[in-house]
């Protein structure tokens, strides 16, 4: 059973575990965008990257395909670690702004600035909807098709595929389509409403939107946390 | 153009293995000088790969086409001792002469022009294939007559 | 062709075919690589075989085509024997004359002599030319001495003696020690030693095992790999025979390019051969070792020259590369053991066990052993294939080997390492070329491309250039490499039309630091390098681009103008002729005129104006 080490903790684990696991067992929150527990890892939104020890030497790594083995020092929120999470979200944000998913973890990790053009694309190409499609569905009806910029997901040929089943699988699982921000109109590319602790869908909606996933803002200091009490005179300004 | 190739024929030289599927598709790029849907489809089943797959390693790779190419095949070297040498105005050049915007394949099918990056022909540069053959040392000046070359081929086949 | 059963079959072979050479009898051997073959070999053997027929030499006279020689520049090239005498740029024309040379007191013939562009002086042997002389041609030595087709040339250099020596009295540990003592490094770009990938590759219990020649050399500016597979395909089957048996391999594969159809033939040929006498197959030389080389070829993605990605073209994928670890030499190859190497790499097994681990060792410097074969192209004199020790410097290869810059024009920097690599700049040159020094420079050793730029190339253009290239090849899975490349591309292409602004430059640099800390595979990690290196060192270019809106290279299109000197035109029209947007204007005999709208730069007028007046500003 290898044994590694954690952000200092050592722990035991099974052979064929991965780090990505390994750290979710002590608790430690690393944040993924293809990964899920029910496809095979595929290592590519490189969300998961933690600092791996190789010697005097350290490099990042993949924590979701990197296999657990015998003497793996491992840090999961080192500077680096931080700085390259910052940067990869920042490009994340600037790729599909109206993902609330994305904007949601551009806030848990501190991203304040987003200095390209916001492209507004619908797919982070996370893979999630071709591997359910093919390992859960077991269809295989959509796949990746053209290489580099030009890659994208789709069936052969033409859009519509001709062994779809329309399970629904595909748009149920993927991290961006899906869930739409029902923020504020952010005026800039980084929505950061999460950040001013102004949870901005009670000014427009009846209710928190968030229910099932809640807004980073909702988390710490909105409607949601039941601990906290919210007198009229401390409420903060609403944006307009 | 010659015999209609025959894709029953050719899948029998491959054993039905996925790990067939890019020689096959490379047979049957050269034989029929696109990859025609039917025959990926075929294939798919053939080789018991998802069609999907194999539309992703027909669209992957640099030497398939799933559109028919022009009579001749032009293929100009971007690599960085050609780049360096002025390729990029033997491009443009032949962009012009062609009348195509992007690299792509003639009105009248007469020719197909590509990009390509390294024949490893450095010493050359720059350099650009068209069918079999490699000619280098190219400027701009050359382009209208490479062109003809080519062209005047086709005619005099016609008036056979 | 009777199969070799026994070293004393091999042995007695090569002596058969010894005999059969007469050493005095004269021999015409011309480049038939692929450089040479473009530029007219053909026809010039073509030529020398009627004229030897015509004098009625033909039965006294050899006639062979070889591998590439690696002076493409001057192609077509040909040695003739037993003077070892080099002629440079033949033509078919020439061959009359040629042949009349052989019994003429056998003067050669003076104006196809290589000429020393500065001394001015011919020279006559291939040793004495300048390009040659400071090479040492441990791995392309024979390539202008042999018939790539024809084994028994291969066998008449002492071709398989160390794979004979390997099998009679070596065991498998032994083979591994004597390349690891040797300090062998991977060819092919990464320079992991190899000698500890073997170690780790045999220590793997699974089965059965396999080995890879990685011959998709993708670097745009690289061909020794192509010059080798052409001219002496031998030498990596053998290297890899040697391999099997020191790794426990019975089924190899060599992997190589679509674009290398010369390559893919020479190499067939080579298998063939070795199959028919035996060198391939069951029970090689009788030492009961099986082994079996097939040949797959590419079909176009420079990604495929990373190992886990070309595994997974052998496979029947798409070639994107797989997360490392596992390794290859621990799960590779339909999950098992395999070790993958570069061609160069696999050639220089059978040097290593004929001169023994300590003579490899002995050369180079303490971190870089034995030679390196580069291909330096662009803006230099000799262009070419240079192999030389490791340790040389850049300002040797430049000026001793490479005969300095054409026109007179200034050094400005070299590009090594392909796509993956840095430039250099001028004021580096006395840099010693070994793995450390090249990284520490920022740049890389990689395939041993090396392109040399002068004051008229801009290195802004090239980051971008490279940029573009790496973001078209880019695979696509992960997102740093597929987005990053592209958004980086996308500034660069900002700051060479002169809409940069100073924060791009912070912005190249953070985006730079995360593709290269967080991408997948080598090529997202590497894929920042040119444009790292030229902020480090060509600073003050991209800085004169956003500031003041100048290239000073006089490259970038939308930062130039052209126009025409009118005290220095003489109206002899040749530009007219030449302009495809019909810019220029002027009455014959009087001074002409650009209209900058028209002008799309193409440089045209430029290349055919004799009084040079066209100016660029």
């Known amino acids: 059973m290898p044994k590694l080490t954690i952000n200092g903790i050592e722990v035991e684990v099974e052979r064929g575990t991965t780090v990505l696991e390994a750290a979710r067992f002590l608790g430690l929150p690393i944040p993924t965008l293809c990964h899920d527990d029910g496809l095979t890892p595929y290592g590519a939104c490189r969300l998961c990257v933690v600092e791996v020890a190789n010697g005097p030497r350290s490099k990042l790594q993949a924590a979701c395909t990197l296999p657990a083995e015998d003497g793996l020092v491992v840090q999961t929120h080192s500077a680096r670690v931080e700085r390259a999470r910052q940067l990869l979200l920042e490009l994340y944000v600037a790729t599909t702004p109206q993902s609330k998913t994305i904007q949601d973890l551009a806030s848990r990790y501190g991203v304040t600035q987003v200095r390209l053009a916001p492209e507004f694309e619908d797919c982070i190409q996370c893979g999630k909807c071709v591997r359910i499609c093919r390992e859960q569905m077991m269809a295989g009806a959509i796949d990746f098709a053209y290489r580099g910029a030009r890659r994208k997901v789709m069936a052969p040929f033409r859009p519509q595929s001709d062994i779809c089943r329309q399970c629904g699988a595909c748009l149920y699982i993927c991290p961006v389509c899906e869930l739409r921000c029902h923020g504020a109109e952010a005026e800039t590319t980084l929505c950061s409403g999460c950040l001013n602790f102004a949870p901005a869908c009670l000014d427009y909606h009846d209710h928190a939107m968030c229910f099932l996933d809640p807004c980073v803002a909702c988390e710490l200091a909105g409607p949601l946390r039941q601990d906290l009490v919210w007198p009229e005179a401390k409420r903060p300004e609403s944006p307009k | ?160 | 062709m009777p199969r070799l059963q026994s070293r004393a079959d091999l042995e007695a072979r090569r002596a058969a075919g010894l005999r059969a050479r007469d050493p005095a009898k004269p021999c015409l051997a011309v480049c038939a690589g692929s450089g040479c073959t473009a530029s007219g070999a053909p026809e010039v053997l073509a030529a020398l075989r009627e004229s030897l027929q015509r004098a009625g030499l033909e039965g006294s006279v050899e006639l062979k085509s070889t591998g590439c020689h690696g002076f493409c520049e001057k192609g077509p090239v040909m040695l003739t024997w037993p003077e070892g005498t080099f002629y440079n740029q033949v033509a078919a024309r020439d061959a009359k004359e040629i042949v009349a040379s052989l019994s003429n007191g056998r003067r050669p013939v003076e104006r196809l002599l290589y000429r020393d562009p500065t001394s001015g002086q011919r020279v006559q042997r291939e040793e004495d030319v300048p390009f040659y002389r400071f090479q040492q041609r441990v791995l392309f030595g024979n390539n202008g001495r042999i018939d790539p087709k024809n084994i028994d040339d291969y066998l008449g250099v002492g071709g398989y003696a160390a794979l004979a020596n390997v099998l009679a009295g070596f065991t498998p540990e032994q083979v591994v020690d004597w390349v690891k003592r040797a300090g062998l490094r991977g060819r092919g770009g990464a320079g992991f030693p190899t000698g500890k990938k073997w170690e780790v590759m045999r220590a793997q219990p699974a089965a059965p095992k396999y080995l890879i020649c990685n011959a998709d050399e993708g670097d745009p500016g690289a061909f020794m790999d192509r010059s080798l597979l052409e001219g002496n395909p031998h030498s990596v089957i053998e290297g890899m025979i040697i391999g099997a048996f020191a790794l426990g391999a019975r089924e190899g594969y060599i992997y190589v390019r679509a674009e290398y159809p010369l390559a893919v033939e020479h190499f067939r040929v080579a298998l063939k051969q070795a199959e028919e006498c035996g060198l391939l197959g069951e029970n090689i030389l009788g030492s009961g070792l099986d082994f079996r080389i097939r040949l797959v070829q590419g079909a176009g993605a420079f990604v495929c020259g990373e190992e886990t990605a070309l595994i997974a073209s052998i496979e029947g994928h798409v070639g994107e590369p797989l997360p490392r670890p596992p390794f290859p030499a621990q799960k590779g190859l339909w999950g098992k053991p395999t070790v993958i190497n570069n061609v160069k790499t696999w050639a220089s097994v059978p040097v290593i066990v004929n001169r023994g681990p300590e003579w490899y060792a002995g050369i180079g410097t303490a971190g870089s052993k034995g030679t390196m074969v580069f291909s330096l192209v662009g803006k230099i004199n000799n262009t070419g294939l240079v192999e030389v020790p490791m340790g040389i410097t850049l300002r040797e290869m430049i000026y001793k080997i490479g005969g300095g810059i054409p026109g007179g024009k200034q050094l400005k920097a070299v590009q090594v390492g392909g796509p993956s690599g840095g430039c250099i700049p001028a004021s580096l040159i006395d840099l010693p070329i070994d793995y450390e020094a090249l990284t520490e420079a920022g740049s890389m050793m990689g395939s041993g491309g090396m392109v040399v730029m002068d004051e008229t190339n801009c290195m802004v253009d090239v980051a971008r250039y490279f940029m573009e290239f790496l973001e078209e090849e880019s695979c696509g899975k992960c997102f740093p490499c597929r987005v990053g490349t592209q958004r980086m591309r996308e500034v660069l292409t900002r700051i060479c039309q002169g809409q940069g602004a100073e924060e791009d430059l912070k912005l190249l640099e953070d985006l730079g630091w995360m593709v290269r800390e967080t991408s997948l595979c080598g090529l997202g990690q590497t894929a920042p390098n040119p444009v790292l290196t030229t902020l480090r060192y060509f600073r003050d270019e991209y800085l004169a681009h956003i500031r003041e809106r100048r290239c000073p290279a006089k490259v970038c299109k939308q930062l130039i103008t052209y126009s025409i000197e009118p005290t220095l035109c003489d109206g002899c029209h040749a530009c007219v002729h030449v302009c495809t947007t019909e810019a220029i204007l002027g009455e014959k005999k009087a001074a002409h005129t650009i209209d900058a709208a028209k002008c799309i730069k193409c440089g045209a007028c430029l290349e055919v104006c004799q009084p040079k007046a066209v100016l660029v500003t």
Request: aromatic share 6%.
């Open chain 2, 1 to 160: 153009m010659g015999e209609t190739p025959n894709l029953q024929e050719l899948l029998r030289d491959w054993p039905d293995r996925p790990d067939s599927l890019i020689p096959v598709l490379q047979e049957i790029q050269e034989q029929f000088h696109y990859l025609p849907e039917p025959a990926l489809r075929e294939v798919a089943g053939r080789l018991r790969v998802p069609l999907s797959e194999v539309f992703h390693v027909a669209t992957f790779y640099n030497c398939f086409s799933l559109e028919p190419v022009g009579r001749h095949l032009v293929q100009v070297c971007l690599g960085t001792a050609c780049h360096v040498r002025g390729a990029p105005r033997v491009l443009d050049r032949l962009l012009r002469d062609l009348r195509l915007g992007t690299p792509g394949t003639t009105e009248d099918f007469e020719f197909t022009l590509r990009t390509v990056r390294c024949m490893g022909c450095c010493g050359l540069a720059p350099v650009a294939r068209v069918d079999a053959n490699t000619h280098p040392h190219l400027t701009q000046a050359k382009v209208p007559g490479l062109l003809k070359k080519y062209r005047r081929k086709e005619q005099a086949q016609a008036a056979d």
